[in-house]
Antibody, heavy 121, light 107 residues
């Protein structure tokens, strides 16, 4: 059974950098795309970006150049950095797997538990 | 970006009812349409992918149809655990985008 466990700082000040890490347990890491998705309180879901085991990544242009997604295949982990945060970045952040090996077009079948990140001065 | 529009935004129904939620994309996405269920405080759970394929473990009262730009999620014989928020998502092209959600409430 695949499990995703995520962690990171939950309270940030404006202009700081958000950092989250997601570890994958119980399944293969290689061959899949790994995603970050966020959800502001009481609102809908927004895809942030994805990365595969080779480091090939894509991100949502709406976040411009603030997003960095990295991978550590040896640890079966991937990470999200979001720089220069503002209150608008307050959200629950989820990591998730894309279903299907070597495919970036599948659904997100396994999700982390979510991390609430609050940006406040 | 491909815009995803769900309707209705909210829906009241009773246990045993049949409900249908619609999702429309701003351009053709073939059958790259996925449905998720989310309950408060939990991560979304995948219900249906490829417009009509049921994810493993999902009850057969859930079904999906559609292709191109118009899609539907149908829940037959609503159960108490089905009252939740439902999201559609396109995985045809990046950035992946979601509908705004449909909140299904008990009447």
């Amino acid at each position: 059974q695949v499990q995703l466990q995520q962690w990171g700082a939950g309270l940030l000040k404006p202009s700081e950098t958000l950092s989250l890490t997601c570890a994958v347990y119980g399944g293969s890491f290689t061959g899949y795309y790994w995603n970050w998705i966020r959800q502001p309180p009481g609102k809908g879901l927004e895809w942030i970006g994805e990365i595969n085991h080779t480091g090939n990544s894509n991100h949502n242009p709406s976040l411009k150049s603030r997003v960095t997604i990295s991978v550590d295949t040896s640890k079966k982990q991937f990470s999200l950095n979001l720089s220069s945060v503002t209150a608008a970045d307050t959200a629950v952040y989820y990591c998730a797997r894309t279903k299907g090996t070597y495919s970036a077009s599948g659904p997100n079948d396994y999700w982390g538990q979510g991390t609430l990140v609050t940006v406040s001065s | 970006d491909i815009q995803m529009t769900q309707s209705p935004s909210s829906l009241s129904a009773s246990v045993g009812d049949r409900v249908t939620i619609t999702c429309r994309s701003s351009q053709s996405i073939s059958r790259y349409l996925n449905w998720y269920q989310q309950t408060p405080g939990k991560a979304p759970e995948l219900l249906i992918y490829g417009a009509s394929t049921l994810q493993g473990g999902v009850p057969s009262r859930f079904s999906g149809t559609g292709s191109g730009t118009d899609f539907t999620l149908t829940i037959n014989s609503l159960q108490p655990e089905d009252f939740a928020t439902y999201y559609c998502q396109q995985s045809y092209s990046n950035p992946r985008t979601f509908g705004q959600g449909t909140k299904l409430e008990i009447k």
